[in-house]
Structure formats: structure tokens, C-alpha cells
């Protein structure tokens, strides 16, 4: 004997609960109620997993993100570090000018 119930999340199905039962079984409002419960909780964890592993990915592209970022100021501050180095240079070697 197989029972079938809908994991439904939100409006989404998830997947299907499936109960086999070797022999013939007759079950009552109660089982039945269980079931629906058992099935209501199954699909409401698995779209907690679902939405953890896309905060995990989320957070990992943010990091990237935010690194690229630093690296790209890193190098914009060598770029004008480099730019003034190269015209304060050359006055610094000459010296003062002396009154």
C-alpha cells in the first residue's frame, strides 16, 4: 500500500512525501491528519534549506564583490601614489628654493 502527499512551501512544491506499507492498511482522520503534518513540516524544512544554501552562495558572491572592490581601490591608490610620487620627485631631489 503507498500514500502520496505534496510537500508544498509557500505556494511551491518541494516534493512528495511517499509512505509504503507492506501490508493492506486502513488509516483513520488522525493518521491522515498526521501525515498532512508530517508532509507540511518536511517542505517547510526544506525550503529553510533551500533559502540557508542561497544566503551561503549570496554571502560568498558578496565577499567576492567587496574584495574585488578593495583590490580595485588598492590599485587606484598605487596608480596616484605612483602619478604624485613621480611630480614630487624630482623637487624633492633639487631641494628648496633658497631665498
Request: net charge neutral; hydrophobic share 45%.
Amino acid at each position: 500500500m503507498c500514500y502520496s502527499v505534496p510537500l508544498i512551501a509557500k505556494g511551491q512544491v518541494k516534493g512528495v512525501l511517499e509512505l509504503y506499507h507492506r501490508s493492506s492498511l486502513n488509516p483513520d482522520d488522525e493518521w491522515q491528519s498526521f501525515l498532512d503534518a508530517m508532509a507540511v513540516q518536511a517542505a517547510i524544512a526544506i525550503d529553510h534549506a533551500e533559502l540557508v544554501d542561497r544566503l551561503r552562495r549570496l554571502n560568498i558572491e558578496l565577499m567576492l564583490a567587496y574584495d574585488t572592490t578593495l583590490e580595485g581601490w588598492a590599485r587606484a591608490l598605487e596608480l596616484m601614489c605612483g602619478m604624485r610620487c613621480a611630480l614630487i620627485g624630482p623637487i624633492i631631489r633639487r631641494g628648496r628654493p633658497r631665498p
